[in-house]
């Protein structure tokens, strides 16, 4: 079986001189758990420029579904570079984008037809969104969550509620935006208990909010994750989407879901919301919907989707490449990856749950398909917040050659590539174990 190899201390010589280097000439503002240095990579399997050998438990941030170079993806980018790289899609015509938008439109769930808005990234296509919505309701407010994670720029960044560094000195941001609690159980906002409290979460916003501050026939939409991705993964219960939905459709409010992180495939369906019955108005993808090639779309009712030429595109959007990238990517999720995540995705969590019986800081372990996370706490009883441990833990798993994220406050993100076998995940399992075992056991 394949396990990680670690042959210098890291970071290794090749990797120090480059990260030195990068300390020089880019941008300070990324965040950087530990220092890898990618040379090659290859599904699950990322080899570092000093000849290392990492187990990847990240997909680059949930984007490489298919794994790192899936050859046939490689196969259709290389082919369709040869064709064509560029032309813009906003003033001209190709096949690709037109494809593409016709097999997204024919995947989103719901009756009536759908239009496709192409950009390059999860914030683009959550500006859009945003933009689409004030355009087709010609309301000016919007109901977004606390927890929330939708892009940095500045529309998305209004729409973000995750920490208060993506937001320091950039005030002030788009108006109109009131934030509201999630449905975070394990640390219920209102200090009540599911299924007890009967979503008094949902209630509140047309009990008190409609009836005091927010006038909801101003409101165009309630921008929402179906599950919480950098907030924590949170899950929120089953029927939390479709009761807001409801609130929402009562008062001509759009629903608009962010599935940047949860969609094409990741949960263990094409879509996170198929999980909660809802048929969303407007939906954001991205990451993993083009196996690494930079793509964001945004799918809407067709009747939504009524702005009128000029009013919203992007030079890049839709880069033909890309597309032909996202259709062998779809190909491949509805060929099996899907329910790969699906299996695979239990078999993780049946892990993790066993290691948190016998180890106290594993507060809460959560997850749909391969979208997963454990949540770490000092005892569970106060569940006082554990972050120290769980940078700890991400930074030791990486000497033992496991890549992992964090996400939320103190909680770890398992989001491996869709092609994850169960042998990898025994690998990560038992490296999380051990390093558990080290920090916090
Ligand atoms: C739910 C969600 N929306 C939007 C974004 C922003 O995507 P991008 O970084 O591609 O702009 C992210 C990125 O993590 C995300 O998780």
Redesign the pocket.
């Not at 994670?149 to 940095?152: I, K, M, P, Q």
């Given at each position: 079986m394949k396990s990680p190899m670690i042959k210098t201390i890291l970071p290794g010589p090749r990797a120090r001189k480059l990260i030195e280097k990068d300390g020089t000439y880019v941008s300070p503002s990324y965040t950087r758990y530990y220092p890898l240095v990618v040379e090659k990579a290859r599904g699950l399997w990322v080899h570092d420029v000093d000849g290392n050998v990492f187990l990847d438990f990240t997909a680059g941030?949930a984007v490489c579904a298919t794994g790192h170079c899936h050859p046939r993806v490689i196969k259709a980018i290389k082919a369709q570079a040869d064709l064509l790289l560029h032309m813009s899609g906003t003033d001209f015509y190709y096949r690709p984008q037109i494809v593409l938008a016709e097999k997204l439109a024919c995947l989103v769930p719901g009756k009536g037809g759908k239009k496709v808005y192409f950009g390059n990234?999860?914030?683009e296509a959550?500006e859009a969104a945003f933009k689409l919505a004030r355009w087709h309701t010609r309301r000016e407010l919007n109901l977004a969550f606390y927890g929330a994670?939708?892009?940095?720029t500045m529309g998305?960044l209004s729409l973000t509620a995750s920490k208060t560094i993506q937001k320091k000195h950039y005030n002030p941001l788009v108006p109109g935006i009131t934030h509201i609690p999630y449905a975070y159980c394990y640390r219920c906002p209102y200090n009540l208990s599911y299924p007890q409290c009967s979503l008094g979460c949902v209630d509140w916003v047309e009990d008190t909010l409609f009836r005091t501050t927010i006038p909801p026939e101003e409101v165009a939409a309630i921008i929402v994750?179906p599950i919480q991705?950098?907030g924590g993964c949170i899950v929120p219960p089953p029927e939390f989407h479709l009761k807001l939905y409801k609130i929402a459709k009562k008062y001509g409010i759009l629903y608009v879901v962010?599935e940047?992180?949860s969609g094409m495939g990741r949960t263990g369906k094409m879509f996170a919301m198929e999980h909660f019955g809802v048929d969303p108005d407007i939906i954001a993808l991205?990451?993993g919907i083009a196996s690494g090639m930079p793509l964001g779309a945004l799918t809407a009712l067709a009747e939504v989707m009524d702005w009128e030429a000029g009013s919203h595109a992007s030079t890049f959007g839709g880069n033909p490449v890309s597309c032909q990238a996202a259709l062998v990517t779809i190909e491949l999720l509805e060929e099996g990856l899907m329910d790969n995540a699906v299996v695979q995705g239990e078999y993780l969590m049946a892990g993790l749950r066993e290691f948190q019986q016998s180890f106290e800081c594993m507060g809460d372990v959560r997850g749909k398909g391969l979208m997963v996370a454990v949540e770490f706490v000092k005892d569970r009883e106060n569940k006082e917040p554990a972050r120290e441990w769980r940078n700890e833990i991400i930074k030791k798993a990486f000497q033992k050659g496991l890549l992992l994220l964090g996400c939320g406050e103190n909680s770890i993100r398992f989001s491996p590539a869709l092609t994850v076998t169960a042998a990898e995940i025994d690998e990560c399992l038992s490296i999380f174990d051990d390093v558990v075992k080290e920090v916090a056991g």
């Open positions: 941030i990234s999860g914030a959550v994670f939708h892009g940095r998305a994750e991705g950098e962010d940047v992180q991205a990451k």
